[in-house]
């Protein structure tokens, strides 16, 4: 429970019952039919099965398709020459997008050339400039120096 709760007897609440009210039934009236007659009687037809047995109804007419509207032919130097002008616009952006991609090749090797040149120039300047400003290094005179194991003994 929670702290605060202290119990209550329940209260009474006033309840509404609300009751469905009926609706009269809608009477379908049904449309007069009035008889129409036919503008003209069939005709009706008997047909003699194979086995003797003898079918009557009356004859029906195929229906018929709606006329087809004809199309304009049109001439075959016509579509080939569209066909012509598509291919050629499709040649036409196809070159386009090769030589950008030609020339966005070329800048980038070009780049990769001079990245190359930037790396080797640094390199041989360190070696340049380490050698001839190391003044740790003892000069000998050989004629006079004895070498042993990496020492200088004179």
Not at 24 to 41: E, M, R
């Amino acid at each position: 429970m929670h702290p605060n709760h202290t119990p209550r007897p329940p209260t009474a609440r006033a309840v509404e019952v609300h009751q469905p009210t009926p609706l009269p039934p809608a009477v379908a009236v049904p449309a007069p039919v009035a008889p129409v007659q036919p503008s003209s009687v069939p005709a009706v037809a008997s047909v003699v099965l194979p086995d003797g047995r003898v079918v009557t109804g009356y004859a029906v007419n195929p229906a018929q398709p709606e006329p087809v509207t004809v199309k304009p032919a049109v001439s075959r130097a016509a579509v080939n020459v569209a066909l012509g002008g598509v291919g050629f616009l499709a040649v036409c952006g196809g070159l386009i997008l090769l030589t950008s991609f030609i020339a966005a090749l070329t800048a980038f090797i070009t780049q990769l050339i001079i990245l190359a040149a930037v790396i080797f120039g640094g390199w041989i300047a360190v070696q340049i400039f380490t050698a001839s400003g190391h003044q740790g290094g003892t000069t000998v005179n050989i004629r006079k120096a004895t070498f042993k194991r990496n020492h200088f003994h004179g």
